[in-house]
Every structure is written in structure tokens, then in C-alpha cells.
């Protein structure tokens, strides 16, 4: 799917979208986590909830998780509008330790929607 004439977009492999889906506080939004599909990739994540909340990136190496805040300043993002985030993903640390990456919000909620994909250059 063509957005411009140089910017291309295809489903990460294994990223499926969510639609109107329960998930508890600090809860992963994927079962399984994420990983892009090449060593270096932008990801452009468009997520609305149905409450206020903060929207959290999981990023897991070896299993262990930190939690990258994609609000400014921790503010929770408001409700029932659809917001996009790029973020850089990355197949393994420089130590090349694999990551993984997953979505966490700090507050009971419905997605109503949730896309992930890899933004590729043309």
C-alpha cells in the first residue's frame, strides 16, 4: 500500500491489528511480542483507547522489560482519539541480545484500535 510516492508500509511480520479489545493496567497488549523483520526498522504505531490513559513501550531484552513512555511527559493521552507514534525498532542490541517490543497502557481499557507497522523508504 502506497502512502507517497516514497513511503511504503507492510504489516511487520506477525503484527496483527486489534480491534475493541479489553486489556488490564500494565498489561502487554500482544501475546506475543513483537520483533521487526531486519535489523533496523521504523515502526509507526496508531493506537486509540477508550479511556484516558499512558501509552508505554515494552522493549525486552532477554526477557527483562523497560517501559519507554510514548506520552509527552507521562500525560495520559485522551480518549477515543486515534494517535500516532514512530518509533525505532531494533532486531537485537549492540551486544546482539535479541529485543522484542510490546504496547502497555497504566489503565483498564478497551483498544479500540491498534496498528503496527514497519514504515519502509521506496
Do not use: W
Amino acid at each position: 500500500m502506497t502512502f507517497t510516492a516514497n513511503i511504503k508500509e507492510k504489516d511487520l511480520q506477525g503484527f496483527p491489528a486489534i480491534y475493541d479489545q479489553a486489556v488490564l493496567a500494565n498489561a502487554d497488549f500482544f501475546a506475543q511480542d513483537l520483533q521487526p523483520d531486519k535489523g533496523l526498522s521504523t515502526a509507526r504505531i496508531q493506537v486509540q483507547l477508550s479511556v484516558a490513559g499512558v501509552l508505554s513501550l515494552v522493549v525486552k531484552k532477554a526477557a527483562v522489560p523497560k517501559l519507554f513512555k510514548l506520552n509527552t511527559a507521562g500525560a495520559p493521552l485522551d480518549a477515543g482519539v486515534l494517535h500516532t507514534f514512530a518509533v525505532e525498532m531494533r532486531f537485537a542490541a549492540a551486544d546482539g541480545v535479541p529485543l522484542t517490543y510490546n504496547l502497555q497502557t497504566d489503565t483498564v481499557a478497551t483498544i479500540d484500535q491498534c496498528f503496527v507497522s514497519e514504515v519502509l523508504g521506496g
